[in-house]
């Protein structure tokens, strides 16, 4: 009798969203195998999924090895460790796909995420509150900052060189804060200071769901970030992103050949692929340390991206905000999360 499979999941939940195609042609190619997924990195892009949904499980689930694990044979997928991605020869979701189905590099149908009503609607409300607090008809996510983003006192530094540089990404929010209702994802907050006596406020929502901020991501405008989990959940739900790479491949970790996506590379010619789960060597980051830094030419190709996709923004109405010491969303909702126990806050100027 041939045992089944249990598939362990590992990492971030970009690497999940990206995990999702090779399960699918997996199922499809082995209707026998009565196959479990164990999400060591949480499930919540499986929920939702017509197929996959009630074939994944947290690895805290009551049982799990006697139910799951003891009459499957394991497997754990390393997409990194795969000669194809390595060397540049496919993207982390086929890499994903050579592991589990062993098919060589082929072409699979983007990962979808399936969202409810209510996590739609609560990020219809936070994209409502930011556009009526900024007064502008349009809004952009962005993602300034990747896993690995540390603060260092008054420094926010990425030692892997996939986030954007601090400067940077408050230079550019400068510019497109002035045109759109700007929503900055980020686990680590930026220190912005008022420049325009809160004429043009930035929202930065605390929301520690991933989903909820998908909810976001699918009712805003446009998305700006860098190499992390935002760009793969706006593939997984056919929105437009701007992506800004430097230390890591785009052909590896991002969409080039989509045109919903605009790569802006600027670490090409620069870098050096980065062994990451193969070699703890620190010398590939540190020859990469410099490849996310942006030129005042570069900072104008991202922010004419983003208009080019998102399109002009109208002022709607006056930001009633300008005056305010701490401008906040209105009130009328008072929890946009439930059970987060926060609404958006707003930061003023630079």
């Not at 540390?150 to 530094?157: K, L, Q, R, T, Y």
């Not at 907050?189 to 909820?212: M, S």
Request: glycine share 8%; proline share 6%.
């Amino acid at each position: 009798m041939t045992r089944s499979t249990a598939f362990f999941i590992n990492g971030g939940a970009g690497r999940v969203i990206c995990s999702i195609p090779a399960f699918e042609a997996y199922q499809k190619e082995n209707p026998d195998d009565d196959f479990v997924i164990l999400c060591e990195g949480g499930l919540d892009f499986f929920k939702g999924h017509p197929t996959l949904h009630d074939k994944a499980y947290d690895v805290f689930h009551k049982g799990l090895f006697e139910q799951f694990v003891k009459d499957r044979n394991c497997k754990t997928p390393e997409p990194y460790r795969i000669w194809e991605y390595y060397n540049q020869k496919c993207s982390l979701t086929q890499a994903f796909d050579i592991e589990i189905n062993n098919k060589g590099v082929r072409d699979l149908p983007p990962p979808k995420i399936y969202l409810s009503k209510m996590e739609m609607v609560q990020g219809a409300n936070v994209v409502d509150d930011v556009k009526k607090v900024t007064g502008f008809d349009k809004a952009i996510v962005v993602q300034p900052f990747g896993r690995s983003v540390e603060s260092v006192g008054d420094f926010i530094i990425d030692s892997t060189s996939r986030s954007f540089q601090l400067n940077n990404i408050i230079d550019i929010i400068n510019v497109l804060k002035k045109e759109y209702a700007i929503i900055i994802m980020s686990e680590v907050p930026l220190r912005l200071q008022d420049e325009d006596n809160g004429k043009f406020p930035v929202a930065q929502p605390q929301i520690p769901n991933l989903r909820a901020w998908a909810g976001v991501i699918q009712v805003a405008d446009h998305f700006l970030g860098c190499d992390s989990v935002g760009q793969h959940i706006v593939k997984g739900l056919g929105k437009t992103a701007t992506v800004v790479t430097g230390s890591t491949f785009p052909v590896n970790i991002s969409y080039p050949n989509d045109k919903d996506f605009d790569i802006i590379d600027v670490g090409d010619g620069k870098r050096v692929y980065s062994p990451i789960r193969i070699s703890a060597d620190e010398q590939a980051d540190r020859l990469n340390d410099e490849t996310m830094e942006l030129s005042t030419k570069q900072i104008k190709e991202i922010c004419d991206s983003v208009r080019k996709f998102a399109g002009k923004s109208a002022k709607t109405i006056s930001a009633p905000v300008a005056q305010q010491e701490q401008p906040k969303v209105p009130t009328s909702r008072p929890s946009l999360i439930p059970g987060s126990g926060t609404i958006p806050s707003y930061t003023k100027g630079k």
